[in-house]
């Protein structure tokens, strides 16, 4: 049995064994006399790719819906690049480099860059140049890229990495699991496996050298196990827990038109955070209450340039107009999201540096088109809020609101119609301001909290930094206290107070929430129905007496035996 990596898609799964091992492409750095034959290569290889890539895509798009095949549109445009294009040509006809050659010089280029930039979306994109340099090199060198072949059986694939092209290339009829040796919880195979329905671990290093091909393979990732080769004993156990996992999703399936209640009654509505309008589908299918968090900074990050009003309120009324209630959260750019054509400075610390709220101010024209955009799309809508994001001091909400009203007064100048009763909220993931709220809302109407930056702040601990985990702690109660402490002041200020960090979907910890009073929890979407299910086994009484439990505890480890025995004793 082995118990390694993360488990990025919930879920049962058994089958044989199937390994795709990537085999880096030797290339050897040579150079090719004959400039013309190289740019001839150069050119069917790159149409050979686009090709395969197209048919990927159609693939993908009939599995699992245009959403996800837009990574290969994305593929086909970054083989088509003129810039990356433009290089290897240079190359190939200034120092005569033969064309893979060439092509890899400049794809491991670009592959360095993006590897570097601290942002993980970004990151992310080097894994896509690497999965397209290896279809074109495989190209040049005058071979057939090895797609795997048809999988009739049920299969878990056990992998290094797995591409977005492989992923799609499989039947996934027949793939009931996979096991990636790298990768973390964002990667794309992980969003893709919870996009399918399919279990899955990632970064689970050295699981290439437990397995072979054709080995049975149960893999739990409720319980974060592994068998391989089981004994018959263990197999019928999984195959009970499997098929007990099925009927699980279908009653679960019974809650999506519903709202969400304790078993008492009390309502604690569950809503969705989301990242781009492409998203939509997920929430409603989900049965989301609300958009708890709409991060607007995904839209820039997805265009190479500044998108204007035109299409920012188009972005912005589709997802009006098919969820409410919304909040917006208006730009967290930089820290870890950075965008090309938005100037920043080189900072030694960014996390602690110029970024949302404090960026905004300092590029107030990008500021104010959002603001004036939002205002625009939120007219008819009745329940549209806006939400600041990295607050830390009053003067900064007060410096914001004067930018609305701004705005406010520029479009009525202008005759221009647009929402004149908007909520203004903000973030609470600052320390700071968790310590200041009583204060801070007397200035606005609602709060947030984001556990994700509040945990960073609060331990001095970098939420991207894995040698400091340990103290990236989200069960640790004096994180818990702080949040305790936000929603007495909201309450004694008669406003609302929600949490849309990644923590108000760990079922474990949205109890916890819910028992101390939230008044929503906003979580990816595919956490809802599971929490939805558990808060209506429970009481409201039993959650408050859990969070008063947790809430005197002196550690994490206190407060996860609490939630467990807890959990023992209510569900
Ligand atoms: C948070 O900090 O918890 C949050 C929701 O914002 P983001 O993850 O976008 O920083
Ligand atoms: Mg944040």
Redesign the pocket.
Known sequence: MMKKGKMASKGIAIGNVRTMEHKEITVEDKQCDDVGASLKKLNEALEKSTQDLEKIRDNAEQSMGSEHAEIFDAHIQMVNDPEMKGQVEAMIEGEKLCADNAYNKVANQFIDIFSNMEDEYFKERAADIKDIRTRVLTYLQGKTPNDPSLIDKDTIIVAHDLTPSDTASLNLEYVKGFITEVGGLTSHTAIMARALGIPAIVGAQGALEDVNDGDTLALDAIDHNVYVNPDDATLEKMQDKLSAYKTYLETLNKFKDKETLTKDGVKVPLFA?LGSPKELQGVTENGAEGIG?F?TEFLFMESDSQPDEATQIEAYKEVFETVQPVIVRTL?IG?DKNIPYIKQPKEDNPFLGKRAIRLCFDEIELFKTQLRALLIAAKDQKNVRIML?MVAVVSEVRRAKSIVEEVQKELDAENITYQKNIDIGI?I?IPSAALNAKALAEEVDFFS??????IQYLFAADRMNEHVSYLYEPYDPTLLRLMHTALEAAHEAGIDIGV???IAGQLDLALVLAGMGMDELSMSPSSILEIRKTLSKLNSKALQTLTKDVLNAKEASEVKTIIKQFKDDNL
């Open positions: 955070n968090l991060r967290d820290g994001p973030m993931e909290i984001g556990s994700n930056d509040l849309c960090g990644e």
